[in-house]
């Protein structure tokens, strides 16, 4: 559980950015906001590890910089400005399933029952949350955070497939560097001259670039490193739960008993999504005609004759 809990500050941070963003940063500057965010974080994060991509981890950092950090942070930031928090976050506690689906598909990891489970009820818990809620929704606005869900989707699921050959901090590190190469001077042609920062504005920044970035997707990756991409997927649902008690608590947006009752919902599927204990594990079945000096099998209640092939010599 101890890569659960790490996992987990990944979307309680990614929650508050919302609320962040929203509040603090400037609502015209998608691209510089994007850029401002991950060019900081690689920069500090490669200050860190000191290390350079080599072979592969070249064209693979560009390609999942520009998945998981250019067009996800692009997105993320107009979802951010154009909905509450509390439906810019629920709209992306989608991903659970589409992690689970996009994993099978790319990595052969099938899901098991209790992350199907948890993923049907953290979605009934985002429909109550999202339909329900008091703001009103912007088209716009969940159609970015979609595309956000559905991009950074499938670049989790291969930055899981290409996790060999690289540690997490490196790979992470060149991905926010790459991306953010990109989107510099994109944004420096589309928007023109950076915008003005105050201390509130530099301060926001500050928080989106070193926790929900830096922090944010090294602990992420490590959680893909190290559990099933379904169960990293649900712990995903605590995404709109921090960012609907953040958009209560602090932006004084409303919270129904509607809401209520789908947070309770969404905490239920991430615990589903727990990992299971190593003993409960299923072993497979030997191939046929490979039971013969093969270790004993324990018994047990639907197979009494393994007791007799235990205690009886083979002839």
């Known amino acids: 559980m101890r890569w659960v809990a790490l996992t987990a500050i990944a979307p309680v941070a990614w929650g508050a950015n919302y609320f962040v963003t929203r509040e603090f940063?400037?609502?015209?500057?998608?691209?510089?906001?994007?850029?401002?965010?991950?060019?900081?974080?690689?920069?500090?994060?490669?200050?860190?590890?000191?290390?350079?991509?080599?072979?592969?981890?070249?064209?693979?950092?560009?390609?999942?910089?520009?998945?998981?950090?250019?067009?996800?942070?692009?997105?993320?930031?107009?979802?951010?400005?154009?909905?509450?928090?509390?439906?810019?976050?629920?709209?992306?506690?989608?991903?659970?399933?589409?992690?689970?689906l996009m994993a099978w598909a790319v990595v052969s990891e099938r899901p098991r029952t209790a992350h199907l489970a948890?993923?049907?009820?953290?979605?009934?818990?985002?429909?109550?949350?999202?339909?329900?809620?008091?703001?009103?929704v912007s088209v716009p606005g969940v159609c970015a955070s979609g595309a956000a869900m559905?991009?950074?989707?499938?670049?989790?699921?291969?930055?899981?497939?290409?996790?060999?050959?690289?540690?997490?901090?490196?790979?992470?590190?060149?991905?926010?560097?790459?991306?953010?190469?990109?989107?510099?001077?994109?944004?420096?042609?589309?928007?023109?001259?950076?915008p003005a920062l105050d201390t509130p504005t530099v301060l926001a920044f500050g928080y989106v670039a070193l926790v929900a970035t830096a922090l944010a997707f090294v602990v992420w990756f490590t959680g893909l490193r190290h559990l099933p991409a379904g169960t990293v997927g649900l712990t995903g649902l605590l995404n709109p739960a921090t960012g609907v008690l953040l958009g209560v608590a602090l932006g004084g947006e409303a919270l129904t008993v509607q809401q209520l009752c789908g947070l309770m919902l969404v905490l239920a599927g991430v615990f589903l999504g727990r990992p299971a204990r190593e003993h409960t594990h299923e072993q497979p079945a030997p191939a046929p005609g490979a039971t013969h000096g093969a270790p004993a099998r324990e018994p047990s209640p639907g197979n009494p004759d393994g007791l007799l092939r235990r205690t009886r010599p083979r002839c």
């Open 25 to 100: 940063l400037p609502a015209d500057r998608p691209l510089y906001g994007a850029a401002l965010r991950a060019l900081p974080a690689g920069l500090v994060l490669l200050a860190v590890c000191g290390q350079r991509p080599r072979g592969a981890w070249w064209w693979r950092s560009a390609v999942l910089g520009l998945l998981n950090v250019s067009v996800f942070f692009v997105l993320v930031y107009a979802a951010s400005q154009l909905l509450a928090t509390s439906v810019a976050s629920t709209v992306m506690a989608l991903s659970p399933l589409t992690m689970m």
């Open 118 to 136: 948890g993923a049907a009820i953290g979605l009934a818990g985002v429909c109550l949350m999202l339909l329900t809620g008091g703001g009103g």
């Open 150 to 194: 559905l991009t950074s989707s499938f670049g989790y699921v291969l930055a899981k497939r290409w996790s060999s050959g690289a540690d997490v901090l490196a790979s992470t590190t060149w991905q926010l560097v790459a991306g953010g190469i990109v989107l510099l001077p994109v944004a420096a042609i589309v928007e023109g001259a950076p």
